[in-house]
């Protein structure tokens, strides 16, 4: 075949098409399960930062993780208990996403932090960019915020993204209600103007929309748990 041909030109850049194509796809199998560990580990990270348990390298964070987390149990919005988890689990509610909370389908994290009873509730939405999610820490009256912690997928550095920067900012959570006396509605929100200091907290300064999205997070999220959230 003529190396100046068309023909030639075709065939040439066709197996270069697929041998590029069988070695990435080799790649991708070949580091899936390093991929999915690290996925999983970083999940763990987060769920231990609501329970305020920060700074702990990898061997660490898996290790207090198995021994913090009692059950990663599955309910629905009628707080019946539809998977009850195991300790240090990984198999049951840590496996579910934002769109298995859209079919009630809802993880909920029994955890225990120096004796004490923590429920921790896993949160989905979107922020000005894109997906936001976090996970809050509640004690065990079901009522107050223990600690939380907040993600974002494409937030605005030094603005939208301090959700997740800040420390500061999600340690403002702590102590916060979820519930107005005698309402059974979800209260925790995140405002620019705080009115109710037992339930609000300060939006991040220049960052509206995202905190509005945090908010909306809040009350549709944690809203699914409210039957569970007040059984006490």
Known sequence: MKTNSNSYT??????????????????????????DKNVALDKKKQILYSLNIRGLDNVEAEKTYKEVIVSDAV??????????????????????????????????????????????????????????????????????????????????????AEIKDNEGWQAKFQGKKLFKAGDNAIALSVNKKVEDPTTQVDAVSGATLTSDGVAAMLKECIGKYAKFLNNK
């Open 75 to 160: 309910i629905d919005e009628n707080a019946q208990i539809q998977a009850q988890g195991t300790q240090g689990g990984e198999d049951n509610g840590f496996k579910l996403g934002s769109t298995d909370a859209k079919e009630g389908r809802l993880a909920l994290y029994i955890c225990k932090v120096k004796g004490a009873t923590k429920y921790v509730i896993p949160v989905y939405g979107m922020g000005l960019w894109g997906p936001i999610s976090g996970y809050v820490a509640i004690d065990e009256d079901k009522n107050t915020v223990y600690g939380a912690y907040f993600n974002h997928d494409s937030e605005t550095a030094g603005l939208g």
């Open 10 to 35: 075709i065939v040439y850049s066709a197996i270069i098409v697929i041998v590029v194509a069988f070695l990435l796809a080799f790649v991708s199998t070949s580091l899936k399960d390093i991929q």
